[in-house]
């Protein structure tokens, strides 16, 4: 199909019928750094969900809508257009990334009716109601940037979009969204007072999507006198010195040879270099050695929010809970398409520091405390970790 639209273009119906292959091909790659971003010409013909969803328990629910639709939130959902949950969930997999649900969902949401097209969305839910949900035009921004308990919302002492700070008595909670900007560095170090006159630091950093991982490793810098080992990584190497020596010696062998040659695989002669790498900044380098650390992750905790879990993991310098991580790693390179999207695929291979792969399978908590439908808006993982005794991890 691929190559047809390459050699052909008038070869495909439509442009979002290339764009629906195009996605399924890559997701092929199951890897959550590499995904197909829709050209404008589709995006801005998409219409958007009045509601937001989320998978807990397994079941596919409403967490937030529209007001209209409040009466269906938590309502476990059985059909959606006629088809089963589990069934459109996993079209979302084969269109975004395989092996994370969260993921492909999370994706979906910010171009819905490029996958269902239909005028009007009819949901079947398991108590049997039936309810029809009208798109809206623009999309809706369901939550604030972060769902603070109501017992703590007095004690906030900064928000903005990408960081809260909410200092307790002897705790002081950090909810990084993501990592996107330095303007997240210098928000949190203009806050050490407050950090210094604490006895634990708890890193919220559910649902954070990445971003520059060096921003990352400069926040985890203050809990660290010296340099912090971030990961394992592995970059492909071309020998072109090999290539040319191994065309002359084939040059001349007939073609109908060349496969059983002894050095014909030598012609895609390429190789992995293995590099253990590492961060350090200076002017960072133990201002809050002596806290206490927890860090809270989700299934959406993604990217450079991995590298800075794996940071506290691999020293065993923090208690990490919640749910496993997303499960991926590692830089992505963009390549502009011709028809106006982005392909976005992994450029390094990366390991955790002990050599152990978490691609697709993601950093595990030591506490795992998973979301229950019976919770609601209730944040049990932030309650465990107040609750656990304050002692050096």
């Known amino acids: 199909m691929i190559l047809r639209v390459a050699n052909d273009p008038s070869s495909v119906p439509s442009i979002e019928v290339f764009y629906h292959d195009l996605m399924a091909f890559v997701s092929l790659l199951n890897d959550g750094h590499s995904r197909i971003y829709l050209p404008q010409k589709i995006k801005k013909r998409i219409n958007y969900l009045p509601f937001k969803l989320e998978v807990i328990e397994e079941q596919l629910v409403i967490v937030a809508s529209l007001p209209e639709y409040h009466s269906y939130h938590f309502q476990p959902i059985k059909k959606i257009n006629g088809r089963t949950a589990a069934d459109f969930l996993h079209s979302l997999c084969t269109h975004y990334w395989q092996s994370n649900t969260m993921y492909s969902l999370i994706c979906f949401q910010n171009e819905p009716s490029f996958f269902l097209p239909d005028d009007s969305l009819l949901v079947e ?72 006159a604490s006895q634990e630091i708890i890193f919220d950093i559910r649902g954070n999507a990445g971003g520059n991982s060096g921003h990352a490793n400069e926040i985890a810098q203050a809990f660290f006198s010296d340099k912090i080992q971030t990961e394992k990584v592995y970059y492909q190497q071309f020998d072109a010195e090999t290539y040319a020596n191994i065309t002359q010696t084939l040059f001349h062998v007939p073609k109908d040879q060349l496969q059983n ?63 496993t991580s997303a499960g991926s790693t590692g830089q992505p390179a963009l390549i502009k398409l011709k028809t106006g999207g982005t392909f976005m695929v992994t450029a390094k291979k990366v390991l955790h520091p002990n050599g152990h792969s978490h691609h697709n399978i993601g950093i595990m908590p030591k506490v795992t405390l998973k979301k229950k439908l019976s919770d609601k808006h209730t944040d049990q993982v932030l309650k465990k970790a107040l609750e656990l005794s304050i002692e050096k991890t």
Do not use: C
């Open 261 to 323: 040659h002894e050095q014909w695989n030598y012609l895609n002669h390429q190789f992995l270099i293995e590099k253990n790498e590492y961060d350090f900044y200076p002017k960072r380098k133990g201002l809050l050695k002596d806290k206490v650390v927890k860090i809270l992750i989700d299934h959406l905790t993604y990217s450079s929010a991995e590298n800075f879990a794996i940071i506290f993991d691999q020293s065993g310098r923090g208690l990490i809970l919640g749910e």
């Open 125 to 196: 839910f398991e108590n049997k109601e039936l309810a029809t949900f009208k798109w809206n035009n623009n999309q809706i921004q369901w939550d604030t940037p972060f769902n603070i308990p109501s017992t703590i919302v007095d004690k906030v002492i900064f928000s903005n979009k990408n960081l809260l700070i909410i200092h307790l008595p002897n705790t002081t909670i950090v909810k990084i969204k993501d990592f996107m900007s330095e303007q997240v560095v210098e928000d949190f170090y203009q806050h050490l007072p407050y950090l210094q």
